[in-house]
């Protein structure tokens, strides 16, 4: 009996805490934000409000219903029904990122990559990010980048070698058949061009950055290599949208988090025990270590990433406040690891299947490469080739790395105006939205990249000449380091490393299609975009093989 009446208690508590949540998340919640008046979707949970249908859709698949529906600006249901601020609206996306400091990350957002990559200038907030990027920027500048671009086409060189070596090895008919030819192994399995360009790029990291050589072309099992896979496939599990949300609300699922943890603090352990020796040597190379006296920046040896890093540094008019500690100097490192190989690489797989698919600009793009007669072009030659200029810009467009962006207010008062008005619940015109202190606002670049509003009604169609014309003052309204559009952000949190990336991504280009030719493989999957911070590619109906991009690369005809 006593029992009896213990487990109806409980069960009597549980309905009354279930019944509190639905209370808070369909009536309090909404009707106290100042959010209210945006029109939105229902929630489909209590609980989680409207954030598993967007993480368990395709990458930017629910954004454009909403938007469809309600307008550019609009609010969802968040946890408990905390109504989150949705906008591809491109004044509220400049507002947002010029205020950068008043818009931090989230808290699980910022603890997940802190995990991954230590503290450093991608986790950083507030006075702490503008000390880091201070000492940062000079090491990712346009003419320390252009020193970078002979390591760019080299590896570039190895990553064609190596695809190629790969392809032959599957160049051969599958089965016999009297008078019918068969398949080859490439026509069908072709090659994993997201594993080859990977080991790439994180070979570029590694050498531009640090001036270390990782060998991921040349040694498959690699031990950063395989640790940053690690890293990345972590964030799978680490971010289950289920357990994701519920992370800070139940015990249950703290215990689970630190056991979906254990790939992302391996992956960063092993660039840790890396980056100590690098940064050992480093400090070695300064001349006069040996001594207390002061240290000229041009008496630290070495043209990466890392010994422009110390020389910024160490130098002698930089006040002891604004330097960044040994701890801090190390987590740069884990954070360009993980930035500059993943980002680049995903974007770079992305353009190879873009190729793939469309013959016509494979070839043009092909033939105003091939015009230039070195094999080592220099940056200012790869910059003066407008179609790849246009190419690359539209690939970052339609396949930016990072499709979202989620920031929390931290004013207590904040308006934001609006370049496209929406209507109101109350059938009113909204100008400008006004958010509170705490707010969560969720920016999805993937489809403010997409905006009709933006871009035109060819928004959705991959069409590099759309750069090539004239520039409307629509496309200008996107306040971007990089081709007026979302993908590698604005304002003070902008991403430093994009002329890196661009020029990385043209070497590449160059390098790759002198040589080879991409096509689809026989059966033409469908590929969609995955998002655990970045899009990386699946195929559709082989969701259990994991992240892939299996193309057809053979040699130039």
Known sequence: ??????????????????????????????????????????????????????????????????????????????????????????????????????????????????????????????EAHKRHRRIMIPSLSAQAVKSMVPIFLEKGMELVDKMMEDAAEKDMAVGESAGEKKATRLEIEGVDVKDWVGRATLDVMALAGFDYKSDSLQNKTNELYVAFVGLTDGFAPTLDSFKAIMWDFIPYFRT????????????????????????????????????????DKKDVQGRDILSLLVRANIAANLPESQKLSDEEVLAQISNLLFAGYETSSTVLTWMFHRLSEDKAVQDKLREEICQIDTDMPTLDELNALPYLEAFVKESLRLDPPSPYANRECLKDEDFIPLAEPVIGRDGSIINEVRITKGTMVMLPLFNINRSKFIYGEDAEEF????????????????????????????????????????????AFLFVTLRRVQFEPIISHPEYEHITLIISRPRIVGREKEGYQMRLQVKPVE
């Open 1 to 126: 009996m006593f029992i009896l009446v213990l487990l109806t208690g409980a069960l009597g508590l549980a309905a009354f805490s279930w019944a509190s949540i639905a209370f808070f998340s369909l009536y309090l919640a909404p009707r106290r934000s100042s959010l209210y008046n945006l029109q939105g979707p229902d929630h489909t949970n209590y609980f989680t409000g409207n954030f598993l249908d967007i993480l368990s859709a395709r990458t930017g698949e629910e954004h454009a219903k909403y938007r469809e529906k309600y307008g550019s600006t609009l609010r969802f249901a968040g946890i408990a029904g905390a109504p989150v601020l949705n906008s591809t609206d491109p004044k509220v996306f400049n507002h947002v990122m010029k205020e950068a400091y008043d818009y931090p990350k989230p808290g699980m957002a910022a603890r997940v990559l802190r995990i991954a990559t230590g503290d450093g200038v991608v986790t950083a907030e507030g």
């Open 463 to 506: 069409r590099p000449e759309r750069w090539l014309e004239d520039v409307t003052d629509s496309l200008n309204s996107i306040e971007a380091p990089y081709g007026h559009q979302a993908s590698f952000i604005s304002g003070p949190r902008a991403c430093f490393g994009w002329r890196f990336a661009v020029a990385e991504m043209k």
């Open 256 to 295: 689970m988090k630190r056991r979906h943890e254990i790939p992302l603090t391996q992956g960063l352990a092993v660039s840790r025990r890396v980056g100590i020796e690098l940064m050992e040597q480093k400090k070695q190379a300064v001349l006069g270590s040996a001594s207390d006296q002061a240290v």
